[in-house]
């Protein structure tokens, strides 16, 4: 995604998930060789009713995500909490959900 593409996608999540309210979102730039550009970052679990929405979203768009404890970066040193969800555009045609 690039960065447009990415802040309509999260304005689109935050106008049909009010669940949302309270999460800290991120906007993070390209930063690993799977993903095609910028991602979205959510640190904090995500209710059941939250996360299907996120979820037909994100597919309706045909993008992926993976959910749990992570690498944030190629360059980090410190992985992401349990509950993190990332939303991105794999490079590759294949959509793969984790």
Request: with cysteine; charged share 20%.
């Given at each position: 995604?690039?960065r447009?593409?990415?802040?309509?996608?999260?304005k689109?999540?935050l106008?049909?998930?009010?669940?949302?309210e309270?999460?800290?979102?991120?906007?993070?730039p390209?930063?690993?060789?799977q993903?095609g550009?910028?991602?979205?970052?959510i640190?904090k679990p995500?209710?059941?009713?939250?996360?299907?929405?996120?979820?037909?979203?994100?597919?309706?768009?045909?993008?992926?995500?993976?959910?749990g404890a992570?690498w944030?970066?190629?360059?980090?040193?410190?992985l992401?909490?349990?509950d993190?969800f990332i939303?991105?555009?794999?490079?590759?045609?294949?959509?793969?959900h984790?």
């Amino acid at each position: 995604m690039n960065r447009q593409e990415a802040i309509a996608l999260l304005k689109q999540v935050l106008d049909a998930c009010a669940g949302l309210e309270g999460h800290p979102l991120e906007l993070a730039p390209p930063n690993t060789p799977q993903t095609g550009g910028f991602q979205i970052i959510i640190a904090k679990p995500l209710d059941d009713e939250t996360r299907k929405k996120v979820i037909q979203i994100i597919t309706d768009h045909g993008l992926s995500y993976q959910a749990g404890a992570m690498w944030k970066t190629k360059h980090s040193v410190n992985l992401t909490g349990s509950d993190t969800f990332i939303i991105f555009k794999p490079k590759n045609a294949e959509n793969s959900h984790t």
